[in-house]
């Protein structure tokens, strides 16, 4: 099967401008997870969703980030304005369900905010 | 609160050996799962192995091991015959509440000597 496709896969910005990020789940996967991850750390979670409702934003800075999944299908990222601290590597997973092998993770988009 | 806890930053190993990554949790949760993930340079999340809360036996996929001490909480990742193709971010992560979520170590930078 294919795996979670994301795009871009590297993005350099100025701050105040704008991004998005694309992620394509793997067919059939109902959850979808956006995660930060600052170089050195371990990744943070922004937000899930489950078919095309969120079910966790609470660490998603919601003045200047935004996400949507429209048809429970693909999904976007997005961030306006951007700021330097928003430099990080976006990992975007999906799960079936299926506890054992948990998620699926993307190549992810590196975004460095100049 | 449930947490993750990874205290080797970083770990330089001779080809060839056996090496062992610890991973500690916290959990009030009854049932839960543990993961390992392998991030190479290129920083796509690769999943190595899985041990649920209540399986008995030591999960092992290849040269991968996980000792499972549900006791003292702990769920250290054994490598062995180490290969320099194992030089990586490794990563231990958490499943637990209602929500499927992952909770994240901050990670052990493994290199490989020749």
Same mark, same amino acid.
């Given at each position: ?49 489950? !078919? !095309? ?62 | 609160?449930? /947490? ?9 190993? #001779?080809? /060839? ?12 949760? #009854?049932?839960? %799962? ?34 499972? #001490? ?11 015959? =180490?290969?320099?193709?194992? =030089? ?7 499943? %637990?509440?209602?929500?499927? #979520?992952?909770?994240? %170590?901050?990670?052990? /930078? ?5």
């Amino acid at each position: 099967e294919a795996g979670v496709a994301q795009s871009p896969r590297y993005k350099i910005i100025e701050k105040r401008q704008s991004v998005a990020f694309w992620c394509n789940p793997i067919s059939g996967h109902a959850t979808l997870y956006w995660y930060q991850q600052i170089l050195g750390q371990g990744p943070k979670l922004l937000i899930q969703f489950q !078919n !095309n409702g969120v079910v966790d934003d609470s660490q998603l800075p919601k003045d200047r980030f935004s996400a949507e999944r429209l048809k429970g299908v693909d999904s976007t990222l997005k961030i306006q304005p951007a700021k330097l601290e928003d430099s990080a590597v976006y990992l975007c997973a999906s799960s079936s369900g299926v506890l054992v092998y948990g998620y699926t993770f993307g190549s992810g988009t590196r975004l460095t905010v100049v | 609160a449930q /947490k993750i806890t990874q205290t080797q930053p970083g770990m330089f190993v #001779q080809e /060839k050996e056996a090496v062992t990554l610890d991973c500690t949790y916290d959990t009030s949760d #009854q049932s839960y %799962g543990l993961f390992w993930y392998k991030q190479p340079s290129s920083g796509e999340m690769i999943f190595l192995i899985y041990q649920g809360s209540y399986d008995e036996q030591n999960a092992t996929e290849g040269r991968y091991s996980l000792n499972f #001490q549900k006791a003292r909480k702990s769920a250290n990742l054994v490598i062995s015959a =180490s290969q320099l193709g194992d =030089s990586a971010m490794y990563f231990c992560a958490m499943r %637990g509440g209602s929500n499927y #979520q992952l909770i994240w %170590g901050a990670g052990t /930078k493994l290199i490989i000597k020749p």
